[in-house]
């Protein structure tokens, strides 16, 4: 009887684990908050609670993908849509050759500067305490602004020189 059992209970754990094997087709799709190719696939529930926090740091905030809803993909700067989730300016400062601007994603909790003109940005991130984080320094290639840096917890800011004049966006 006990070789009997033995014989049963070892068929049952080869079909078990021949199962668990089998890829399903469906699992090629990734599924809301999963991981997906060309991005952070963050969990929308980490992303309505802290952010994307450093997976954020240095990348486009208007093309890395952060959440997949199962058919759109959401970036930094443009939220899910349909959810007023998209970034907004917090801070701009005006040089005699352009313009910068500090931009802010509630989804993300991310910041980075925007740029108008022949104007070199730097955005910086601080620690709650004053001490700097990490910069993101000019803008990204083919655009006008710079890499996001987390913000979740943090203070950004958006900084330029445009010859001898210097200015900076408050901490936000």
């Known amino acids: 009887m006990r070789a009997r059992i033995r014989t049963i209970v070892a068929t049952l754990g080869i079909a078990v684990t021949a199962a668990l094997a089998v890829p399903s087709p469906a699992s090629a799709v990734p599924l809301?908050?999963?991981?997906?190719?060309?991005g952070a696939g963050i969990p929308l529930s980490?992303?309505?609670?802290?952010?994307?926090?450093?997976?954020?740091?240095?990348?486009?905030?208007?093309?890395?993908?952060i959440y997949y809803d199962g058919s759109n993909y959401?970036?930094?700067?443009?939220?899910?849509?349909?959810?007023?989730?998209?970034?907004?300016?917090?801070?701009?400062?005006?040089?005699?050759?352009?313009?910068?601007?500090?931009?802010?994603?509630?989804m993300c909790q991310t910041v980075w500067t925007?740029?108008?003109g022949n104007i070199y940005p730097?955005?910086?991130?601080y620690y709650m305490n004053g001490s700097k984080r990490t910069e993101?320094?000019?803008?990204?290639?083919?655009?006008?602004?710079?890499?996001?840096?987390?913000?979740?917890?943090l203070l950004g800011q958006s900084c330029a020189s445009d010859g001898p004049a210097v200015g900076c966006t408050v901490k936000y």
């Open 46 to 65: 980490k992303l309505l609670q802290s952010g994307c926090g450093s997976a954020c740091d240095q990348r486009d905030p208007q093309t890395f993908k």
């Open 136 to 153: 993101a320094r000019g803008p990204l290639s083919g655009t006008n602004w710079t890499a996001m840096l987390n913000d979740a917890g």
């Open 122 to 125: 730097v955005t910086k991130s």
């Open 114 to 116: 925007r740029r108008s």
């Open 32 to 38: 809301p908050g999963e991981e997906t190719p060309t």
């Open 74 to 106: 959401a970036t930094c700067a443009t939220g899910r849509s349909g959810k007023n989730e998209a970034a907004y300016d917090i801070d701009s400062i005006w040089f005699a050759s352009g313009t910068i601007t500090l931009r802010y994603s509630p």
